[in-house]
């Protein structure tokens, strides 16, 4: 495998296989053409599939007013079998930044309507003698996505309703252990873009990017169950098995190809460099 092909992993959809999802005229989401027809089968008539893609035309206006239409709706789609499950955290619908959200869904739905959804992930490392060691997380064995895979130090999403910095100190002490003035210390080093088809549907996302340098008598421990545990490993053993396997959940493997561009490992000398760089924000 190489670095590209990390990339090309989390950027794989046929466009032929969705169509707009389309709020006032405006384009909130891309959804597979299947679930859009099986939405204008509901018996309200609230969507419509024209050329410009699936029209929510039942939609209520204003914010609170829409985000409680959606929550019945998804309801309603996991009774038919339409939808898997609600995951609890409400996300922002929008055309672009976060804060202009148009309405809310649920984290696990928003692939089904192909709503660009927000994330945190973090870089947790250390330096010595020897260069730079990056704490690696493996995933537990009862996460519903990509269990038992390895992850990023402390990642997660970023629901409505809370602040960036403050979920950022949320996830590190549930995640990690972390105290919050520990974790004030990460520092944003940018955002990561990636467009990717799942079983679900579309995953549009944007994942906000931290470094955190953390003392060398730091060991992160989790406290919430979603890791099973943690390793300290050297930053080209990381490297390679970014490069080599498939032993991380696939979005951190680009948060990682980031750091290793940034940290200098991963060189203008490396055949692929400029493409690398170009492709880790491809915004969909």
């Known amino acids: ?38 939405l204008c089968e509901l018996d309200d008539q609230a969507f419509v599939l ?7 035309a039942g939609a209520p206006n204003g914010f609170d007013a829409r985000t409680d239409a959606m929550h019945r709706l998804c309801s309603e789609l996991i009774a038919r079998g339409l939808i898997s499950h609600q995951h609890g955290e409400q996300y922002p619908v929008t055309a672009g930044r976060r804060e202009d959200a148009r309405f809310l869904i ?15 992930h973090i870089n947790g490392f250390v330096r010595r003698p020897g260069g730079i060691m990056m704490w690696i997380a493996r995933r537990s064995a009862d996460r519903r996505v990509y269990p038992n895979h390895l992850d990023n130090m402390v990642a997660g999403g970023l629901p409505w309703g809370i602040a960036l910095r403050e979920n950022l100190r949320k996830e590190c002490a549930e995640e990690a252990g972390m ?19 799942s079983k679900r549907g579309l ?13 060398v008598d730091f060991e992160p421990c989790c406290q919430d169950g979603e890791v099973a545990g943690f390793e300290l490993l050297p930053i080209e053993q990381v490297a390679e098995i970014v490069r080599d396997t498939d032993a991380f959940k696939l979005n951190c493997n680009l948060v990682i190809i980031d750091f290793l561009v940034r940290h200098g490992v991963l060189t ?12 880790l924000r491809s915004l969909a």
């Open 106 to 120: 649920d984290r696990a739905c928003a692939p089904y309507f192909g709503v660009r959804a927000f994330g945190q």
């Open 179 to 197: 105290p919050a003035e520990l974790a004030n210390r990460a520092i944003a080093v940018g955002a990561i873009t990636y467009c990717r088809a």
């Open 203 to 215: 995953k549009p996302d944007v994942m906000y990017c931290y470094d955190l340098e953390l003392p």
């Open 50 to 56: 024209e050329s410009a893609g699936l029209r929510w």
């Open 1 to 38: 495998m190489s670095f590209l092909a990390r990339i090309d992993e989390c950027n794989r959809w046929a466009p032929g296989d969705f169509t707009a999802f389309v709020v006032d005229g405006e384009r909130l989401g891309m959804a597979r053409i299947e679930f859009a027809r099986a």
């Open 268 to 279: 203008p000398e490396h055949p692929d460099y400029l493409e690398i760089v170009q492709r």
